[in-house]
């Protein structure tokens, strides 16, 4: 299986496979799958490819599939595939950055040159990330983990680290602070970034077929198994398994899982044949397992096991001089994805936005600023968590230093047009940025200032 490869995701089988047969004479290297949910565990940043998926498929269609594609990454291209001659359909894929849309029937001739053309823009999309990167400017993992505090710096400082190795890493921090992105990140700065990441979340698995779920099964191994199947740890063979909320995993189940992460082989359940098992594993936990530990609910020496590499990705309360920053790009990030124009940000927004504590963190943080983009009120949220201020000078402080953050911020922390802007001496916003804590790094594109 090749880096630039077709990923094609038709639930018709005799489609899915005359389609990928044909695309093959043109020299092209497809991977076929009958749902659209097996796509996701293959696309990461990294992902050299495209996609090519039918709308109408039972499950998860090829809109949804598009919708979370750009989520991972907006750039990777997506062609989609319709026999119903749906126009209004048409456009609002089109709407929603869909690389191509096509109407069955279509040649293969045509399909294989929409590819070819998709996989060369990929390719040079990828390129310029790495010149970026050696050129020394804000990189990817910069791009998806954003801050100037110190926290943020050493985070992406031990990701680096960390990413290049193939140890076992765990992944601690509150709910919402971005753990699925750090080990995203993990997975697509290793050499096994164009193998596939497999998500599992332990809190949501069936506790009847928790066991099936991780290790497969043969046919006949309990009622109702009438094939035999992969088990999701199989699946990831050659790749990355991402265990989130590793404390939710029952502990009958954890000595089972001790004995996979120390000696890497499986069991299917029915089965007596030992299967060897190539993945890294990667573990998140919004509790502190040694608590957990202590409490009898977690095995100590699953943990010590698993903790030999860890990363601390910090709450927003650890970072708040990162908000006013994370919150501007988060923004712009919404209006591209709901195909909205630029919006400016007031100063006074950015100031409250600022001041509220955030016990969602970046999730939260990222719903305030959608709800922007779309014109929905904010103000009834912050009316509830911004304090009450008393004294008129803190007030007139607040507006001072929001307005200038916000000018270093659309200007690229360049500082002859904001003091140009403000009718003020370059001396003057100085010693204002100096008073407020103010850094011309406060703006998200800013790569000569680049952490």
């Known amino acids: 299986m090749s ?6 995701v038709d639930d018709e089988e005799d489609m899915r496979r005359s389609t990928a047969q044909a695309l093959g004479l043109f020299g092209l290297d497809v991977d076929t799958f009958s749902s659209a ?14 996609v090519i998926s039918d709308i109408r498929m039972p499950g998860m269609d090829g809109m949804t599939l598009l919708q979370r594609i ?15 001659g749906d126009v209004q359909l048409a456009v609002k894929a089109m ?42 400017k804000r990189d990817d993992i910069e791009a998806r983990l954003p801050g100037r505090t110190q926290a943020m710096v050493d985070l992406r400082y031990r990701l680096r680290a960390i990413g290049a190795t193939d140890a076992d890493t765990l992944i601690i921090g509150q709910t919402g602070v971005g753990k699925e992105v750090v080990a995203r990140a993990l997975h697509d700065i290793s050499a096994r970034a164009d193998r596939p990441l497999v998500a599992i979340n332990c809190a949501a698995l069936p506790e009847n077929l ?15 198994a009438l094939r035999p199947r992969y088990g999701k740890f199989e699946h990831a063979r050659g ?8 404390g939710s995993l029952p502990f009958d189940l954890q000595a089972k899982f001790l004995r ?40 100590a020496d699953l943990l010590y096991r698993l903790n030999v590499a860890t990363l601390h990705v910090p709450s927003l309360a650890q970072r708040k001089a990162d908000i006013p ?31 509220r504590t955030w016990p969602g963190n970046v999730r939260e943080l990222r719903n305030a600023a959608d709800r922007l983009v779309l014109g929905l009120d904010l103000n009834s949220d912050e009316a509830q968590t911004r304090p009450e201020k008393q004294r008129l000078a803190d007030k007139v402080a607040d507006f001072e230093r929001g307005i200038i953050a916000s000018a270093l911020a659309a200007h690229g922390g360049a500082l002859r047009p904001v003091y140009e802007l403000l009718g003020i001496s370059r001396k003057t916003l100085y010693e204002k940025m100096q008073k407020y804590g103010l850094d011309k790094k406060l703006s998200v594109g800013d790569d000569d200032y680049a952490a």
């Open 239 to 246: 790749g990355t398994i991402l265990l989130d909320e590793i």
């Open 70 to 84: 750009r989520e991972v990454d907006a750039e990777i291209p997506v062609i989609l595939v319709t026999g119903h």
């Open 325 to 355: 920053l994370l919150f501007l790009q988060l923004v712009r990030e919404a209006a591209a994805r709901y195909m909205r124009n630029d919006i400016d940000v007031p100063p006074s927004l950015i100031t409250g936005i600022a001041e």
């Open 260 to 299: 996979v992460l120390q000696e890497r082989v499986i069991t299917r359940l029915g089965s007596n044949e030992i299967v060897p098992l190539d993945v890294r594993f990667i573990a998140t936990s919004k509790v502190n397992l040694e608590a957990e530990v202590a409490a009898g609910r977690f095995r």
């Open 210 to 224: 928790i066991e099936s779920e991780l290790f497969g099964h043969e046919a006949g191994a309990f009622p109702g």
């Open 37 to 50: 949910e097996d796509v996701l565990e293959l696309i990461g940043y990294s992902f050299s490819g495209v």
């Open 3 to 8: 880096d630039a490869r077709v990923l094609l």
């Open 95 to 136: 709407r929603e950055g869909v690389y191509d849309f096509l109407e069955k029937p279509f040649t293969a001739q045509h399909l294989a040159a929409i590819a070819r053309r998709a996989l060369d823009r990929r390719s040079l999309v990828l390129e310029n990330r790495r010149l970026r990167a050696v050129a020394g």
